[in-house]
């Protein structure tokens, strides 16, 4: 199936134009009359310069779109922050046009798939990079309570991804896509987890397989092979987040790690990396993890229906949190997420799961990568395979208590989550894992 029928497939047609290739961004002004044959169209973008082919990209995607208002929104430190005051204020300002057109890596596309949907236009985007796979998914990560947060957006209309774009986007963007594909190598595992234990689900192949099939030329010696299997991972694996209504298929404590770190650097008022940098990073140190945990912790082998989050489970969140920010407003929201957390854990039933312990683990580990081939891969890229190689390097320490903070953010079980109810998710065992990662040629 071509990925554009693929695409009206998962969406149930919401995003309807899916053009991929060297010239695909000589068909934005068809789409826009398509889409809005009259009526004003608003060009949504950053204050970051973009040129591609030899161009000003904003004057050229400006002539393709027609006339047009544009909204520009502040970008610092060369990101968009997406908190409540950037998104309420852009949604005032695009007001409600008869179309948007974004125009940037992903942040911006995520603030357009929000106005989109708080609007009621339809959203052609146009991608400026090979950053991450939240292009074609209808889910947008946004800052709400200083913690990050995936929330229910809007599918795009139409996703233009043109190659000359992609070739021309800065170095660090199309590494960061890289580390953010890699996520299949680890995230399944935390989401069969999940499921088999009765926390999500269902667990369903079909929306990890097309990525693990995807990933495979990544690291293919031919520059435009390689290119093409960045792009095909990524957008594929937004499509397959819009299969299973969730982005739990490729983000688990990978991803969970990318955010504290933003988290963190956001309190702190410092710069942290971009997102699929940090994922990559953590994706050598998450397959390490399920490596030294399946050699050295009981954590497959105690029957997991009596096990409990610890009575201190509260405490322990608030203090986590109140390391960054003392005011305790980041540690009540993360509170919150964990609390439904541990609520749905004493609800689910894992009887069947410890019954069938041996083929759940058979499967489980059938989805867990190589830190190796991970490191390798994002080398081949020149991109960070550890924490102190990160354009914002991240401290062991700071490393440390990252990772420390796993199962105390968010309300998605990962493997984290059954260490601290074995009382196995110490200093002694990450360390451990950070060495097994150094050994796989990343870690801290």
Known sequence: MQMDDFAREVSQGALSHLATGPAALDGLS????????????VLLLDDVPKAAAGRDLVAWVS???GEVRMVVVRATRAQVRLDEATIESTVAEVGRPALIVSLGSGTVTDLGKVVSARSGAPLVAVQTAAS????????SVLVIGGAKRTKPSAWPSALIIDDRLVDAAPLRLNRSGVGDAIAIWSAPADWYLACALGLDGPF???AVRPVLEAVRGLADPDPDVARRA?????????LVIGIADSTAP???SEHLTSHILDMAAMARGVEHDLHGAQVGVATVVCTALWAEVRESCTVFEVPWAGLRYPDDLEQRVRETWAAIDPSGALGEECWTAVDRKAAAWNAADKGECDRNRADVLADLFGYVGDPIRAAGTLRHWGASTRFSELDSPVGRDDVLWTLRALPFMRDRLTLPDLLVMTGEWTDELIERVLARA???GGGA
């Open 63 to 65: 002539e393709l779109v």
């Open 438 to 440: 150094q050994a796989a």
């Open 230 to 238: 960045l792009v095909e991972s990524l957008t594929v694996g937004g």
């Open 132 to 139: 991450v796979n939240g292009f074609s998914d209808p889910l």
């Open 250 to 252: 490729l983000s688990g």
């Open 204 to 206: 369903l192949d079909e």
């Open 30 to 41: 068809s789409q826009c009359r398509l889409l809005a044959p009259s009526g004003e169209r």
